[in-house]
């Protein structure tokens, strides 16, 4: 009997994890691990942020709680304050009562909640987002229902930095009314941020061509030890009059990566539509997951309204960001010394887990196979997965690689 699965065509495998699989499967001890966007200690080891113990310790001893459903929408106290900390407590949408908050999975369900209710709700279609971006924005807003994907110029591969010039002029061409997606902070993969005054020129092009806003901050804290700096722009967007919406992760700032901790706020310039946007937005989530897991957004619920441990949260933040920091210094250091072909102060420039560092996809495969140093083939590293102990023999591979085998940018 012949099977309805037959014939079913063969997917490429999704490069982070498939780059990540071949780590593990590899037994040279000399091996490193520059791939997925976790962070790792100095060990090299995932880290329980210890105020995350302490919440889950509270959470354990609550007889009060219980496993019911929570409300489609998600747990409102942890709506309260996610949106507090991406807009800052003082927003004056907050205050005038202009933001709707949705509670999803993680960045990725936010990102897929949002740009479904913009293209079956509103009749957006058409998404311009960056050259490069984070892989999986293409998939989440095609399967959304988005039918013109494009992108808008972001990164100068040779002077490694943001190419503002032809990203405004690109944005300056997009078609009134397409959703213009942003990355609020620590771009995936550069790692380069526009500056401020880059930032302003952005938002100008978005008000004047009446451009759709869409932000996707998913190293809130997590990028600067600054929770306020990381999300400038977006607060800045809000201060200029621009409607949004803004997928928020939790992963990485809270170390609540299996969790699926994510939040979709929205921000509106008329308050009279909320009701009728948390209608619609319901049936959205119902045909997706109905309802959100309650663990996760109840430990960040509790942390965030508990100034003590808001305070614990953020030592861990900077703590992070600061080893992060010095990873960079060091492999720019290491890669200095070596006297390495090329410019590298961009690596220390850059912000957040990632560097783009530049390196070519034969670049790649050469660190791969002949030095076990595990990277995506656009040249992207996890600075997490540098320690004092690897940080030279990762510079020394690179220097190898590099001289071996030429770039031809």
């Known amino acids: 009997m012949s099977s309805f699965f037959a014939g079913i065509p063969m997917a490429a495998p999704i490069e982070v994890f498939h780059m990540n699989n071949l780590y593990l499967q590899e037994t040279d001890p000399k091996k490193v691990n520059l791939t997925i966007g976790a962070y790792r200690t100095e060990e090299g080891k995932p880290w329980v942020l210890p105020v995350v113990r302490t919440a889950e310790a509270a959470l354990a001893a609550d007889e009060t709680l219980n496993h019911e459903y929570l409300p489609v929408l998600g747990y409102e106290p942890f709506s309260k304050e996610a949106t507090k900390l991406v807009l800052g407590a003082d927003s004056p949408a907050i205050k005038e009562d202009r933001v709707i908050g949705v509670q999803c999975l993680s960045g990725t369900g936010s990102l897929r909640a949002g740009a479904e209710f913009l293209a079956r709700v509103i009749g957006l279609k058409t998404v311009y987002y960056s050259n490069p971006t984070w892989g999986n924005h293409d998939l989440v807003f095609t399967n959304a229902g988005f039918t013109s994907l494009n992108s808008y110029t972001y990164w100068d591969q040779i002077n490694r930095k943001v190419d503002i010039d032809n990203l405004i002029k690109d944005l300056d061409a997009a ?110 989530i119902r045909a997706n997951w109905s309802n959100p897991p309650a663990h996760g957004a109840k430990i960040v619920a509790k942390v965030l309204a508990d100034p003590a441990l808001c305070q614990q949260w953020f030592d861990a933040i900077k703590a992070m960001s600061s080893r992060i920091r010095e990873m960079r210094a060091a492999l720019r250091a290491n890669l200095e010394k070596l006297g390495t072909p090329g410019t590298w102060e961009h690596i220390t420039q850059q912000i957040g887990m990632f560097s783009y560092t530049g390196l070519t996809t034969d670049q790649v495969m050469h660190l791969v196979e002949k030095h076990k140093v595990f990277l995506l083939t656009d040249g992207r590293i996890n600075l997490c997965g540098l320690n004092t102990k690897n940080v030279e023999y990762v510079a020394k591979a690179f220097d190898e690689t590099v001289r071996t085998i030429k770039s031809h940018i």
């Open 175 to 284: 078609p009134p009314k397409s959703v213009i997606l942003l990355h609020g902070c620590a771009h995936n993969p550069t790692g380069m941020d526009p500056t401020k005054d880059q930032w302003k020129q952005i938002c100008e092009v978005v008000k004047r061509k009446n451009l759709f806003t869409f932000f996707d901050i998913a190293y809130q804290g997590f990028a600067s030890g600054d929770p306020d700096a990381d999300a400038w722009a977006i607060r800045y967007f809000i201060e200029q009059g621009v409607e949004m919406v803004i997928a928020q992760s939790f992963a990485k700032n809270f170390g609540l990566y299996n969790e699926r901790v994510g939040h979709l706020t929205i921000v509106v310039n008329d308050k009279s539509v909320i009701p009728s946007f948390k209608s619609q937005m319901q049936l959205i």
